[in-house]
C-alpha cells in the first residue's frame, strides 16, 4: 500500500487549499483515510477522517466548519478541501490508512497502518 499526498503551498490567512491523497494497493473500500498535522515544534494532530466505504466523515473540533473531505471511490483519492485558512494551520499535513472504517481510535496515530510522505501547508501574508 502507497499514499501519495499533494497540493500544499502558500496561501494567505482566509484563503483556501485542496489537498489530495491517493492510495494504491488497497483491493476494496474496506479501509479509512485520515489526516494529520505537524507544526514545527508541535506534536502531530490529528486532523480528519474519512471511511471509503461509506463515506462517514470526522473531524478534529479544531476545523470542524473549515475542512471538507470527499472521495473518489474510482480514483482512491480523498480531498481535503481547507477553507478559511488560519496562520495556525501551517503545519505538514500527512495523509495515512487504516483497513476498515475510521474507529473508535481515530484520532491516534499509531491506529494507522501506512502513511504519505506529508505536504506543507504555510498559511501567511
Known amino acids: 500500500v502507497q499514499l501519495q499526498a499533494s497540493g500544499g503551498g502558500l496561501v494567505q490567512p482566509g484563503g483556501y487549499l485542496r489537498l489530495s491523497c491517493t492510495a494504491s494497493g488497497f483491493s476494496s473500500d474496506d479501509y479509512a483515510i485520515g489526516w494529520f498535522r505537524q507544526a514545527p515544534g508541535k506534536e502531530r494532530e490529528w486532523v480528519q477522517c474519512i471511511s471509503m466505504s461509506d463515506g462517514s466523515t470526522y473531524y478534529a473540533d479544531s476545523v470542524k466548519g473549515r475542512f471538507t473531505v470527499s472521495r473518489d471511490n474510482a480514483k482512491n483519492t480523498v480531498y481535503l478541501q481547507m477553507n478559511s485558512l488560519k496562520p495556525e494551520d501551517t503545519a505538514v499535513y500527512y495523509c495515512?490508512?487504516?483497513?476498515?472504517?475510521?474507529?473508535?481510535?481515530?484520532?491516534?496515530?499509531?491506529?494507522?497502518?501506512?502513511w504519505g510522505q506529508g505536504t506543507l501547508v504555510t498559511v501567511s501574508s
Open positions: 495515512a490508512a487504516d483497513w476498515g472504517p475510521c474507529s473508535d481510535d481515530i484520532r491516534e496515530d499509531w491506529e494507522y497502518d501506512y
